[in-house]
């Protein structure tokens, strides 16, 4: 990368970057590698680094303060915008990738099916799914933990969306919808991303597998709604069943079938990748650390009076502190960006209508201006007192303001069942001894590169 002071490089002076390549800018470096081309940038640069990324001006943010203007105080002057139209390929117009008064309406609409009435109900779904890895796990010398985390959080995802009446179809959906988020990671790696619509080879199987995944979602939900109609005893809690249901309480409105769509379609693949990394990264982290391990095992195994299972899992203090300490080392969703809709005056600088401004976990949680030796994984960290001690802003791992995670809850409950779970009945190694370094892969989420077999030792 060259370091080079740039104060020119378009109508906005203010902070300075990288000066990159005289016509891609540091797209190039932003495309092959972007974690370092952040966390450096930012160490020589500042808290506000500016790139050119083509003919697009974007801003790293990197001061908390900064991060709660965009993220929050000022977030109506911003729309997600550049990078999200990728995803919105095959996830369409839902809750992630849509704006303004729309998005509105359907984060109000949607917000009640994550209420913790519901989550109750998931939590046995997550807890009979972990149960069944445990017993797929027996009698295998080792596995690959991202793949495994990845089939086992689908199948979590699959079922509470869809319940169990519907889910043979789970098994035709989840290996298109695997296909396609690859193909997003791919266009997103591209230098010159064409648009789907140009009849190129590989845009046309992106095409066609849209199209198929859009005939069985339809299948799927004209099929769940038929079963609500004619069986009113139907209490079905899967995710569909409640979007389906979900009326906007101003106007009466429920969602139309493409609405559902692009809904459902949005929760199967955020809900997913996201804790199947965060799932992965954990249990390379306890591998690597087996008194933390021991630690975390004798929490789940001590006697507990917790009333059910949901409750039981958010008990566990020690497993929360390890899984926070987890996202801050390798938060899965490694970078949010925002596009601006008019001028926006930030600590550094004043950021133009249609400038970009990228906010990275990544960066945010290697600060050591936040962080102590921010390289080691310590999950005293994340002791209540360590925590009121920090900027709110300055530990995002779900996001913030009204943008942030819908699945925040959802997600906490999964993690903490699959850990608890797998913690109780094997002591996990990976296959190339604690030591073993494993390099982060900043795709859409931030996956553990290569292939990472584990062993997993029955207890
Ligand atoms: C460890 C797991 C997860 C992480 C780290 C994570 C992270 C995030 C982040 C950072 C955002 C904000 C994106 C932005 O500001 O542009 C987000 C949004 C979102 N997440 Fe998650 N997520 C996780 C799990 C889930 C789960 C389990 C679900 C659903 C079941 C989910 C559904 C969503 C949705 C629908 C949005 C868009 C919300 C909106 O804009 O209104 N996520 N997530």
Redesign the pocket.
Known sequence: MELHTSRTNGPNPGAAGPKGHWFFGNLLDRRRRPLELYADSTRVYGKTVRFRMGPKTVWLLSNPVDVQLV?HDQAKKFV?GYG?DILEIFLGR???TSDGSF?HRQ?RLIQPV?HRSNLVGFAQVMQDEADALVLRLRGQVEVDVTTTMLKLTMEI?GKTLFGTNVSDHTSEVSPIISELIEDANRRLLSVVPLPVSVPLPRNLRTRRLIERLDGLMSKMIEERRNQKENDPKDKGIDLLSLLIAATDDQTNERMTDRQLRDEAM??FV???E??A??LAWTLILLAQHPEVQTRAREEVQKPNAAPGLFERVLSYEYLGRVIDES?RMY???WV??RQSTEPVALSQTVVHPDEIVAIS?WVLHRDPDFWKDPQTFDPERFTADECAKRHKYSY????AG???????Q??RV??LTVLSTLLRNYRFELSGGSQQKIEPHPLVTLRPRGRVPMKFIPI
Do not use: D
């Open positions: 993220l997600k999200y839902g809750l992630l998005w984060r994550f995802v949005t929760i955020a809900g997913h996201t804790t990394n965060a996202m938060p899965p969703a949010v960006s976990s995002i791992p779900f996001g009204p943008r942030q995670c819908i699945g925040t959802f997600a999964e993690l």
